[in-house]
């Protein structure tokens, strides 16, 4: 008998275009081990409900273990006209092992299935993500170590602000990707619960036992409305926010390093490995890696977008239009495991040059926050030192020269307080370990940081 697996009710077949636009093996394929494995935890149960008997469930276990091998061996014949990887494997168990093929589908639904299959496949997404998340923040907590001292200017709007060092302006990320992590596994606990037994959306007739199948497949929990079940993606919408804030921390991080390693300013190198040249121009190096992540960063936020507007208009309970989910969910995965490897490698593989960072630091009077700190350390309130300092830079703008390069008479113009301990107080080292406390730019909390950070990650 041919035709797909409902077509005993039409009367007549698809046209090859609309067989083509519903159908969605060719990127579905990819959840074949999470379909596998949850139809083996449902024919468990219906076996254990005497739903089905033992032999059934044999015969399902040896097709399965068989398509298993015929799928990583890329013998397995995917084919357009059975729509979709449900059906596709449904039909191969059924030629392998005949009727307990066919029993199989008892008291389940596609609908129920394909939330199972999806929920089990992130699932395993987020845990490979918090892997390479943790594999990042090491990979940046060692380069933050080995910079725990050097010195460059922190910007605000660009311009030169107060001196940091680069080790604190690293942990900065380790921060942001920490709470990546955390976003990761909080979404996991509402991915990880079960649709099985939802069936199409009213449940079932047949004595299921949910709680079972939730166990064998690690979920915590079973899903508790049907409707629900079958018919909200929220938990991939979530995964793909969460990711798209991963890619948006990648992207800031991204768009330093290429502004970093841009001749005019030459604070960093990058290992050529992660860049190209040119095709007409000789002397390029391009920062290609962390340009892209740039550019997918995009990618990642209009999925996410995708997934919102696919959710929005659907009345309840399940509709076609969640096929949809698929692509833009596994594209997210795709690259962002992608970026999250190649980031990791390539935190290794940044040159740091101090000796620019520092010069930086000397132009743009990043210390003029510290000598207005020390007025008031001698009892000038806060407000008037900021303005005896303001006029101070003016003159040394007009001069050409830094603050420090101004002598004690002359300072003595904007404030008679100044004595002569002010100069330590405008070097760029006095200045970053005097910021000495949690969450400051003291190389000894940058220290104190990556400690507590390799704790945490054991
Ligand atoms: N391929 C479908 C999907 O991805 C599976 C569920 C289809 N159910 C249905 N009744 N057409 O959502």
Known sequence: K??????????????????????????????????????????????????IDAQDYADIQRGMEQIRTEIADGKFEWLLDLEDVHLNIEKRLT???GDAGKRLHTGRSRNDQVATDIRLYVRAAIDDINGLLRDLRLALVDLAEQHADTILPGFTHMQVAQPITFGHHILAYVEMFGRDAERMADCRKRVNRLPLGAA????????????????????????????????????????????????????????????????????????????????????????????????????????????????????????????????PLFDTVDTLTDTLRIFADMAGGITVKPAAMRDAALQGYATATDLADYLVKKGLPFRDAHEAVARAVRVCVDKGCDLSDLTLDEMHKFS?????????????????????????????QVRKAIARVRAQLG
């Open 95 to 97: 030629e392998l092992v």
């Open 416 to 444: 008679d307080l100044i004595e002569l301990d002010v100069f330590q107080v405008l070097t760029l080292e006095g200045s970053v370990a005097a910021r000495d406390h949690v969450g400051g730019t003291a190389p000894n």
């Open 200 to 327: 199409a959306l009213a449940g079932t007739t047949f004595p299921i036992d949910r709680e079972r199948v939730a166990k064998t497949l690690g979920f915590d929990d079973v899903c508790h409305n049907s409707l629900d079940a079958v018919s909200d993606r929220d938990f991939a919408i979530e995964f793909c926010a969460a990711a798209a804030l991963v890619m948006t921390h990648i992207s800031r991080m991204a768009e330093e390093l290429v502004i970093w390693m841009s001749p005019r300013v030459g604070f960093i190198d990058i290992a050529d490995r992660f860049c190209t040249g040119s095709s007409i121009m000789p002397q390029k190096k391009n920062p290609d890696v962390p340009e892209l992540a740039r550019g997918k960063t995009g990618r990642v936020n209009g999925h996410l977008i995708a997934l919102l507007t696919l959710m929005k208009g659907q009345p309840l309970a399940y509709n076609k239009d969640n096929q949809e989910d698929k692509e």
């Open 2 to 51: 041919k035709g797909e697996a409902w077509s005993a009710r039409f009367s007549e077949p698809v046209s090859d275009l609309v067989k083509r636009y519903t159908a969605s093996v060719f990127f579905d394929k990819r959840l074949a081990p999470f379909d596998i494995e949850g139809s083996l935890a449902h024919a468990e149960m219906l076996q254990a409900q005497h739903i």
